[in-house]
């Protein structure tokens, strides 16, 4: 699985941004596409995700203002960003996470947007 993620920029605090993640397979072939961010000098951390059967999960300090979505057609994550403050600063990265019908897990990860929010 190939993820090229995209969409980062720089925003003023309060403002939105969308994030792309796009995908080299159908979407919901994989078990689950998910957002992690990492900011300098801190650990990487999960931001939002969605599994196979369309359930999403948003990181509870981003609930109400960040969302996740799905265009299929597009093999395409969204992460959409409202609201934003300096401290969601941090590179977006990508990720898929697969599983064989055996168990055995593999994650895939993009190579990550920038997102620079000014005070």
């Given at each position: 699985?190939?993820?090229?993620a995209?969409?980062?920029?720089?925003?003023q605090a309060?403002?939105?941004?969308?994030?792309?993640?796009?995908?080299?397979?159908?979407?919901f072939?994989?078990?689950?596409?998910?957002?992690y961010?990492?900011?300098?000098?801190?650990?990487?951390?999960f931001?939002?995700?969605?599994?196979?059967d369309?359930t999403?999960?948003?990181?509870?300090?981003?609930?109400?203002?960040?969302a996740?979505?799905?265009?299929?057609?597009?093999?395409?994550?969204?992460?959409?960003?409202?609201?934003?403050?300096?401290?969601?600063?941090?590179?977006?990265?990508?990720?898929?996470?697969?599983?064989?019908p055996?168990?055995?897990?593999?994650?895939?990860?993009g190579?990550?947007?920038?997102?620079?929010?000014?005070?």
């Open positions: 699985v190939q993820l090229q995209s969409g980062g920029g720089l925003v309060g403002g939105s941004l969308r994030l792309s993640c796009a995908a080299s397979v159908n979407i072939t994989i078990k689950s596409v998910n957002w961010r990492q900011a300098p000098g801190k650990q990487r951390e931001v939002a995700g969605i599994i196979r369309g999403t999960n948003v990181a509870d300090s981003m609930k109400g203002r960040f996740i979505s799905t265009d299929n057609a597009k093999n395409t994550v969204y992460l959409q960003m409202d609201n934003l403050r300096p401290e969601d600063t941090a590179v977006y990265l990508c990720n898929a996470v697969d599983q064989t055996r168990g055995t897990t593999f994650n895939f990860w190579q990550g947007t920038l997102v620079t929010v000014s005070s």
